[in-house]
């Protein structure tokens, strides 16, 4: 009783937020497990049908291929931003007078919606002679490029664009990190001799196993819930060269009343979502224990 009593206000401060999550999302995910099993069309009544819609998502063409799309975008965008976040936040991290005003322009791009990010870029990229870089060209009498219009180009401007736009953030991340770097640790190595790239390698590197974790965690599962930044700058197209499994959950639970087998995409989405986090942290938390 006593032991009730003493946590009964921790309870109490706690309720309404496990009160709203339960309503807001455990309850929804219950019913969507519940959805998957059904042909639920999102109106009329609906009958359990087992496992088929599980079956028919991994038989369905354009489901397959957005789950490659996916996948592609998600290891490519946060290794990409990774390096890159790295080596910038090393270089924003000198000695230069300059590098508040420039860690403030390679963040800004993180301020602005990916919404709005995709549809400034799509205007800049459009295959059309009303995007930017085809109306120079033809200004220029060349011959205009594929660029959104080309499956291939497609896919590879859709995760150029996205490391522009999440690459300041993620290098804030490092340089915070880098800044409680002890100086003493780098006095020792210059006594040593150690060279520039010797103190990146078994100094800064090592000790950004902390940032890292976070980085990437919030990397691979931003990557594997895109919808935004895609549907902006392609629309999914051409075809479905860059269309996201998000995109095709919505499509078809939405778009064609096929909320049951939209449910099934999701579980095999949430469940592919829950085993990469799982691996990507368990490593990552490995590097930083070998720290201590």
């Known amino acids: 009783m006593k032991n009730v009593k003493k946590n009964l206000p921790y309870v109490l401060f706690l309720a309404p937020a496990i009160i709203i999550y339960t309503i807001i999302t455990f309850i929804p995910v219950i019913r969507t497990f519940i959805y998957s099993f059904t042909n639920f069309n999102g109106l009329s009544q609906y009958k359990f049908i087992g496992l088929s819609n599980y079956i028919q998502a991994f038989q369905t063409k354009n489901v397959v291929q957005s789950f490659k799309n996916t996948l592609i975008y998600a290891v490519s965008v946060p290794v990409l931003v990774t390096f890159l976040a790295i080596l ?28 709005f990010v995709g549809y400034i870029w799509n205007f800049i990229l459009s295959a059309s002679k009303y995007g930017l870089v085809n109306s120079i060209l033809t200004g220029l009498g060349l011959e205009k490029l594929p660029l959104l ?42 006594v040593d001799g150690a060279s520039a790239w010797d103190k990146f390698r078994y100094i800064t590197f090592p000790m950004l196993a902390p940032a890292m974790t976070t980085s990437v965690m919030l990397l691979l599962t931003g990557s594997l819930k895109a919808f935004d930044m895609p549907f902006a700058l392609t629309g999914g197209g051409p075809g479905y060269s860059t269309t996201m499994i998000t995109q095709t959950i919505i499509t078809e639970g939405i778009g064609a009343n096929r909320v049951g087998f939209a449910s099934a995409m999701a579980f095999v989405f949430l469940f592919t979502i829950a085993v990469v986090s799982t691996l990507q942290t368990k490593f990552m938390t490995r590097r930083e224990d070998n720290l201590q």
């Open 149 to 190: 219009s080309d499956p291939e180009s497609a896919m590879v401007l859709l995760i150029l664009v996205s490391v522009w736009c999440n690459l300041g953030w993620h290098a804030s991340i490092y340089i915070a990190n880098i800044q409680t770097i002890s100086p003493e640790y780098y006095e020792a190595a210059e």
């Open 88 to 115: 910038l936040a090393v270089i924003l991290s000198g000695k230069m007078r300059s590098r508040n005003i420039q860690r403030a322009i390679f963040f800004f791009p993180s301020v602005i919606s990916s919404l």
